[in-house]
């Protein structure tokens, strides 16, 4: 079983749209908890962290589930530049990172 | 300039051939990380290190070793290359200071292994 299982997509949404994407992580004592964007043959780059409490940044709100173990990330008024394929990733005992193999989005005009 | 930078950034080398991957990092970070993405796999992790005396292998070490030269520096060693071990490779840091701990990236380098 993966650590961490996301739907690879591609999720194809006009512009403007909202689109959520969900994450589950195998191990209940994880510990930090992370959504990375990365655009095609480049590194990843932080989209942000995701605490208990949930947070949101701009058209961005990411949810932890604890109890579900699951994270999703939300995202509202679809740009064309949000075009690009979504990590999740988890962390445990600040240690190694785990990697979901990506969910792939499209935003079309 | 890149807070992380790998050399080269493309390589093209033949079956057989030992290549060096190098990372360097200015962030002051203890921790460094090596992964390698294949299409449909995600990043999977190959080495870490959390200072220079401590190496400890990933979920997919075999063929690699690496070397902890300093702080700032981790490399990436492939013995005998084979053309399974063509794919992208990526350096990371992270650290425990502060409260945040996310993982910063190289630029990756783009292997091919003929």
């Known amino acids: 079983r993966k650590e961490v299982e996301q739907d690879p997509g591609p999720f194809n949404v006009p512009e403007g749209a909202t689109v959520a994407f969900n994450c589950t992580y195998s191990n209940s004592a994880s510990q930090s908890f992370f959504w990375y964007r990365q655009d095609c043959r480049k590194e990843p780059k932080l989209l942000m962290s995701?605490?208990?409490s949930g947070n949101e940044d701009g058209r961005f709100t990411a949810q932890l589930n604890r109890a579900s173990q699951y994270i999703s990330l939300l995202i509202r008024d679809s740009k064309l530049s949000d075009s690009a394929t979504y990590l999740c990733v988890v962390q445990y005992n600040f240690n190694k990172f785990y990697f979901g193999s990506g969910t792939k989005l499209n935003v079309k005009p | 300039d890149a807070d992380v930078t790998q050399t080269p950034r493309n390589r093209i080398t033949k079956t057989g051939k030992r290549i060096m991957l190098e990372c360097s990092q200015t962030?002051?970070?203890?921790?460094m990380y090596w992964y390698r993405q294949d299409p449909g796999l995600g990043l999977r992790l190959i080495y870490y290190?959390?200072?220079?005396?401590?190496?400890n292998k990933g979920e997919i070490s075999d063929g690699y070793s690496v070397s902890r030269q300093a702080q700032a520096k981790f490399s990436l060693s492939l013995e005998s290359a084979i053309p399974n071990q063509t794919a992208l490779y990526f350096c990371?840091?992270?650290?425990?200071?502060?409260?945040?701990?996310?993982?910063?990236f190289g630029q990756g380098t783009r292997l091919t292994v003929v």
């Open positions: 990371a840091t992270s650290d425990t200071q502060g409260g945040n701990t996310e993982a910063f």
């Open positions: 962030k002051g970070h203890d921790r």
């Open positions: 290190s959390f200072d220079v005396k401590d190496i």
């Open positions: 995701v605490y208990s």
